[in-house]
């Protein structure tokens, strides 16, 4: 099944090119910037448009979202936290809130399964309370996983259409690195002993109890490994299908996205399965020390911005590249061409350069050196 997913158009490669070119002609030598040229010819191509347009409205969406799966030991913090969190990202007192403060990105928080009762404001897209213990039972019905994917499809649509010209997906939900990881592994057939990481700090008895958990999805999702939709029904969660639907959507609706960590990674390895090419619309921000994470970066073919060995979620590694994307677009925006700024490009005379006294800027300046 498809949900009614179709593939995905590509960014623009006129704009793509044309932003290579100017590139080349701003007033530095060629490549001088690494990989703040990629991202910045990579925004123009998604905007379709050279130079690019700083953006105006970054929005974070956290999808907060409870599993069946947490009361079996494979986490290090109660299932209460996650609606205690929900609470904290309204109020502005998580990670998230202040790395988005300092990326001047606004951030909505909703609640698609957290296992108790919250906010009204959060909970409209709400599909259930928490869903099942994917080691033994199916995470969702049919009929939750197709209103969870066009949930995350709708939400999508709110923030697009409200203006937000970038969009980053977060995760709040305990247990939810068991089913990221049971995703990727199975789509990038990886075995249970190297995906599974240490989530919110585990220690070696929860990491035994993960990776048998991890273990027996894998075993229940295989008959379905083929199928995207069922893949979520059976081994997936309500908030990661959301995620999914979002950020299929968001392709479609040719809005760039900055991926965050393994929780989002493991939605993207599935709305790449159902929007072919999709994720030509996304950057991975940054590496996780999920190893989980690294394999669906893999898959995916995303190289990350960052690499600062982190593990939180909500969003924040996205956050944290979020000044580093918008440096790319300042550069190849706002930066004088050699012409415009009567710069040479021409490599300075061997020999002494007779320059009248009190001339200024009568010596072509190497721009190659």
């Not at 869903?131 to 923030?159: H, K």
């Not at 789509?187 to 190297?194: A, C, D, I, M, Y």
């Not at 900055?258 to 929007?275: F, H, P, Q, R, T």
């Not at 996780?288 to 190289?303: I, M, N, R, V």
């Amino acid at each position: 099944m498809s949900e009614g997913f179709a593939p995905v158009a590509p960014p623009d490669a006129g704009a793509r090119a044309a932003a290579e070119q100017r590139q080349a002609s701003l007033t530095k030598p060629p490549g001088s910037l690494g990989r703040l040229e990629e991202l910045g010819n990579w925004v123009a191509a998604c905007q379709g448009v050279c130079p690019p347009r700083q953006f105006e409205r970054a929005r974070v969406v956290v999808f907060a979202g409870d599993h069946g799966v947490a009361a079996h030991g494979v986490s290090a913090f109660p299932t209460e936290v996650t609606a205690q969190m929900v609470a904290n990202f309204q109020a502005g007192g998580a990670a998230v809130n202040a790395l988005a403060r300092v990326a001047d990105a606004g951030v909505r928080v909703v609640d698609i399964a957290v296992a108790s009762e919250t906010d009204p404001a959060v909970s409209a897209h709400k599909i259930r309370r928490s869903s099942g213990a994917i080691d033994r039972a199916d995470a969702l019905t049919i009929a939750e996983v197709t209103a969870a994917l066009a949930a995350g499809r709708a939400i999508a649509d709110e923030e697009i259409d409200a203006g937000a010209d970038l969009l980053v997906a977060g995760d709040m939900g305990i247990g939810n690195t068991t089913p990221a990881t049971v995703l990727i592994a199975t789509l990038t057939g990886t075995e249970p002993v190297k995906a599974v990481g240490r989530g919110t700090g585990v220690d070696d008895h929860g990491w035994m109890r993960k990776v048998a958990a991890v273990r027996d999805a894998m075993w229940r999702a295989r008959p379905v490994a083929r199928d995207g939709v069922e893949l979520l029904r059976v081994a997936g969660g309500a908030d990661i299908a959301a995620m999914t639907g979002f950020l299929a959507q968001a392709a479609a609706r040719r809005t760039p996205v900055l991926l965050d960590g393994v929780i989002v990674a493991a939605a993207a390895l599935v709305a790449e399965d159902l929007a072919e090419g999709a994720s030509a619309w996304w950057v991975a921000a940054h590496r996780s020390t999920e190893p989980a994470h690294t394999a669906a970066l893999t898959k995916l073919k995303l190289d990350p911005i960052l690499g600062l060995e982190m593990r939180l979620g909500e969003g924040s590694g996205a956050l944290t590249a979020l000044p580093v994307l918008r440096s790319a677009v300042a550069v190849l925006a706002e930066m004088a061409t050699f012409a415009d700024a009567g710069v040479s490009t021409a490599a300075a005379p061997s020999g002494p350069v007779d320059t009248p006294s009190g001339t200024a800027g009568a010596a072509a300046i190497d721009m190659r050196k």
